[in-house]
């Protein structure tokens, strides 16, 4: 737990107090528009873009689709940093920043999607030499996954953290869930299918770097 707890702090401490100073009491007229704006894009990112990329790159297998799902992907990593910024800057207004789970679980959850495109670029080039799996896939793979679904669930914490409409939570919880959900059944289907090429080593493999799953 101390270990833990250490590494929050370590995070924290590197990739948010930086951008904190003082206080902005000058720009408090306009924290409902930073948080709106906050929770817009990192809603539409985690919420939508992210889980689409992941469920797309599963099922979709044509020549392409791999350079399809990075775009997308990396769209929605730089729509991530431009959230990040914004509930940074919420917190710098607020003195929000180590006083609760949803700023902590985020940074840690943006510091650690930082490399996600390094993994799968090696992913990539390691695939394009072997047309088979590799480690990286497998890290680029479950690290994304797991990461957004952490994210999806800090996305809750913020709406509950900003006081945001019943009805507000109850959609970004459907949407989310059911994309969540969807995301999960494509990991599992495309390990089903993975194991099951394995075990009938006859039948080619797919024409597509795509149903490695990602």
């Known amino acids: 737990m101390e270990i833990r707890t250490g590494l929050v702090s370590i995070i924290l401490g590197l990739m948010v107090q930086p951008a904190m100073g003082r206080l902005i009491f ?46 997308w992907q990396l769209i929605s990593w730089c729509l991530m940093i431009a959230g990040f910024g914004l509930g940074v800057r919420v917190a710098r207004i607020t003195d929000q920043a180590y006083n609760n789970a949803h700023t902590k679980i985020g940074t840690i959850v943006v510091a650690m999607l930082l490399v996600q495109p390094l993994f799968g670029l090696i992913h990539h080039i390691r695939f394009r030499k072997t047309h088979r799996p590799n480690a990286w896939t497998h890290l680029h793979v479950w690290y994304g996954r797991m990461l957004i679904l952490l994210g999806i669930i800090n996305g809750g914490l913020g709406l509950q953290l900003a006081a945001n409409s019943r009805g507000g939570e109850i959609a970004y919880g459907v949407v989310g869930g059911i994309l969540g959900a969807c995301m999960l059944l494509v990991a599992v289907l495309t390990e089903y299918k993975r194991w099951f090429r394995s075990r009938t080593p006859s039948q080619p493999p797919p024409v597509a770097e795509a149903r490695v799953g990602d």
């Not at 528009?33 to 809603?43: D, L, P, Q, S």
């Not at 990329?53 to 392409?64: D, E, K, P, Q």
Request: aromatic letters at 10%; proline letters at 4%.
């Open 26 to 71: 000058e720009d408090f007229h306009l924290l409902p528009t930073y948080i709106k704006a906050h929770g817009v894009i990192m809603g539409l990112t985690f919420g939508v873009m992210m889980p689409l990329g992941v469920i797309a790159i599963g099922l979709l297998n044509f020549r392409g689709t791999v350079w399809i799902h990075a775009a």
